[in-house]
């Protein structure tokens, strides 16, 4: 190999001249001098000019035990000599059975049929399409619509898309979307029933939803929801009890709960999975970002034996399910897939989490005493810190300030990479951070939101 084949000079030209990024304004990105990332090493990320930057973000949410992990490297070797890729249409594989079968073990109660595919989006494009197919079979054709939340993300397809509730990504595009129910959801530092503390509402958010459903379920197939966390709408969470009473819900309408925990789960919020912080057996479950441990895209929806029994009939029922995608089970994501899951109890990763979880909320709770932070909200290992223009009256920086951006920007420059949700400054580390590597990162987008709001 020849690593000098390209000077980091020629890469950022070509980068320039025939790579576009996803969310990013290229006509911005052209004018900078881009990091170009060669190499990783445990929660680093190091670049062609040797720089390290610790990964802050989990290289988009999906990191879980570093990078480069010589176990994981090596399950992904070994799998490559065995077999690349087979299909699962018509054939069955050895990783992907293997998996679904240590996955069961694992998902909540009940959740025991897996359905593949490759990132989150198509695992959500699966959850909508199985929902209304299921209701199809049921006698229910008319159960069509969903009942999905303001600020929620699903992904970036079109399904996925209407069902989300984000308008700067999702505007654009209404007149290629179908039509949802839109709920309320809570986002208590700016609650839209004007309670200015959570512990006095009462939830009262939760009459709302009753509400649409009292009018709607009738015509829904299901209801979509983040679990705990809203992720990309700004790391919002959910008051204690939310999840479980939107689960009431659902049974008591008939409707189908599809719980998204693309970003929840593998540990993120302190448990496996988010709903098993409440108790919750949703009845139909998408998994991906954290699921091959950031190595590979993989992605399954999980349901129970109760919906996976609707759609069997003779062949000429038509009550297959009629979809599927071309790398659906790639064995050497299920091979990392796999391993990842034997660290996570080897290694007890989720009780090392509880003691990170607990002085990240301490470590966050002193952020909160800066002029500019208005809220700090917090879910396991994930966070948000979100940056106001005006503390007292909760007043916004404009978007068009690039508050996020900048304090980021600024982070990079001491050696930390995150990338913001707006004005939301987010935290969400490779779980196995050490407490060190996490206190250099409370650090550094400490002294970077001071230098960035406070000159
Ligand atoms: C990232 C994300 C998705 C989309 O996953 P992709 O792999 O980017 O398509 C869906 N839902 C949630 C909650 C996510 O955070």
């Given at each position: 190999?020849?690593?000098?084949?390209?000077?980091?000079?020629?890469?950022?030209?070509?980068?320039?001249?025939?790579?576009?990024?996803?969310?990013?304004?290229?006509?911005?990105?052209?004018?900078?001098?881009?990091?170009?990332?060669?190499?990783?090493?445990?929660?680093?990320?190091?670049?062609?000019?040797?720089?390290?930057?610790?990964?802050?973000?989990?290289?988009?949410?999906?990191?879980?035990?570093?990078?480069?992990?010589?176990?994981?490297?090596?399950?992904?070797?070994?799998?490559?000599?065995?077999?690349?890729?087979?299909?699962?249409?018509?054939?069955?594989?050895?990783?992907?059975?293997?998996?679904?079968?240590?996955?069961?073990?694992?998902?909540?109660?009940?959740?025991?049929?897996?359905?593949?595919?490759?990132?989150?989006?198509?695992?959500?494009?699966?959850?909508?399409?199985?929902?209304?197919?299921?209701?199809?079979?049921?006698?229910?054709?008319?159960?069509?619509?969903?009942?999905?939340?303001?600020?929620?993300?699903?992904?970036?397809?079109?399904?996925?898309?209407?069902?989300?509730?984000?308008?700067?990504?999702?505007?654009?595009?209404?007149?290629?979307?179908?039509?949802?129910?839109?709920?309320?959801?809570?986002?208590?530092?700016?609650?839209?029933?004007?309670?200015?503390?959570?512990?006095?509402?009462?939830?009262?958010?939760?009459?709302?939803?009753?509400?649409?459903?009292?009018?709607h379920a009738g015509l829904c197939a299901g209801l979509v929801i983040e679990p705990l966390l809203q992720g990309a709408g700004g790391m919002l969470v959910q008051p204690t009890g939310f999840l479980a009473a939107v689960r009431e819900l659902c049974t008591r309408y008939g409707v189908l709960m599809i719980a998204d925990e693309v970003a929840t789960g593998f540990g993120r919020t302190g448990s496996m999975f988010a709903?098993?912080?409440?108790?919750?057996?949703?009845?139909?479950?998408?998994?991906?970002?954290?699921?091959?441990?950031?190595?590979?895209?993989?992605?399954?929806?999980?349901?129970?034996?109760?919906?996976?029994?609707?759609?069997?009939?003779?062949?000429?029922?038509?009550?297959?399910?009629?979809?599927?995608?071309?790398?659906?089970?790639?064995?050497?994501?299920?091979?990392?897939?796999?391993?990842?899951?034997?660290?996570?109890?080897?290694?007890?990763?989720?009780?090392?989490?509880?003691?990170?979880?607990?002085?990240?909320?301490?470590?966050?709770?002193?952020?909160?005493?800066?002029?500019?932070?208005?809220?700090?909200?917090?879910?396991?290992?994930?966070?948000?810190?979100?940056?106001?223009?005006?503390?007292?009256?909760?007043?916004?920086?404009?978007?068009?300030?690039?508050?996020?951006?900048?304090?980021?920007?600024?982070?990079?420059?001491?050696?930390?990479?995150?990338?913001?949700?707006?004005?939301?400054?987010?935290?969400?580390?490779?779980?196995?951070?050490?407490?060190?590597?996490?206190?250099?990162?409370?650090?550094?987008?400490?002294?970077?939101?001071?230098?960035?709001?406070?000159?």
């Amino acid at each position: 190999m020849d690593d000098s084949r390209y000077t980091t000079e020629q890469l950022r030209q070509l980068d320039k001249r025939h790579v576009w990024h996803p969310f990013t304004q290229m006509q911005d990105w052209d004018l900078e001098d881009q990091i170009v990332i060669e190499r990783g090493a445990g929660c680093w990320l190091i670049d062609t000019e040797g720089g390290r930057y610790l990964d802050g973000v989990a290289s988009m949410w999906t990191n879980v035990h570093g990078h480069c992990h010589p176990e994981l490297n090596a399950a992904l070797k070994q799998q490559v000599d065995r077999l690349e890729h087979s299909t699962l249409l018509g054939l069955a594989s050895e990783q992907s059975i293997m998996l679904a079968a240590e996955l069961a073990k694992i998902t909540p109660p009940g959740l025991d049929r897996f359905f593949y595919s490759d990132n989150g989006s198509t695992a959500m494009e699966v959850a909508v399409k199985m929902a209304y197919q299921y209701q199809v079979h049921g006698g229910h054709p008319e159960r069509s619509r969903f009942i999905t939340f303001k600020n929620a993300y699903h992904g970036d397809t079109l399904g996925a898309v209407s069902i989300g509730g984000i308008g700067i990504y999702h505007t654009t595009f209404k007149p290629l979307m179908f039509e949802t129910i839109q709920a309320s959801a809570p986002y208590c530092y700016r609650c839209e029933l004007g309670f200015q503390d959570q512990r006095s509402c009462g939830m009262r958010c939760m009459d709302a939803l009753e509400s649409l459903l009292q009018e709607h379920a009738g015509l829904c197939a299901g209801l979509v929801i983040e679990p705990l966390l809203q992720g990309a709408g700004g790391m919002l969470v959910q008051p204690t009890g939310f999840l479980a009473a939107v689960r009431e819900l659902c049974t008591r309408y008939g409707v189908l709960m599809i719980a998204d925990e693309v970003a929840t789960g593998f540990g993120r919020t302190g448990s496996m999975f988010a709903c098993q912080r409440e108790n919750v057996v949703p009845d139909i479950m998408a998994l991906s970002k954290g699921i091959a441990a950031g190595y590979l895209p993989l992605a399954v929806t999980v349901t129970t034996d109760h919906v996976y029994s609707a759609f069997l009939g003779s062949y000429s029922d038509l009550k297959t399910f009629f979809h599927g995608h071309t790398f659906t089970g790639n064995p050497l994501a299920c091979a990392v897939g796999l391993k990842s899951l034997e660290l996570f109890e080897r290694d007890s990763i989720i009780d090392h989490l509880q003691h990170k979880i607990e002085w990240l909320e301490n470590r966050l709770k002193l952020l909160l005493e800066m002029s500019h932070v208005g809220d700090v909200r917090q879910c396991g290992m994930a966070a948000g810190i979100e940056l106001v223009e005006n503390k007292q009256t909760r007043q916004a920086y404009p978007w068009e300030q690039k508050i996020g951006i900048r304090v980021c920007c600024e982070a990079r420059k001491s050696g930390v990479f995150s990338r913001p949700l707006g004005n939301t400054i987010v935290i969400y580390p490779p779980l196995v951070i050490s407490e060190s590597e996490l206190e250099l990162l409370l650090d550094v987008l400490q002294q970077s939101i001071k230098k960035v709001t406070e000159s």
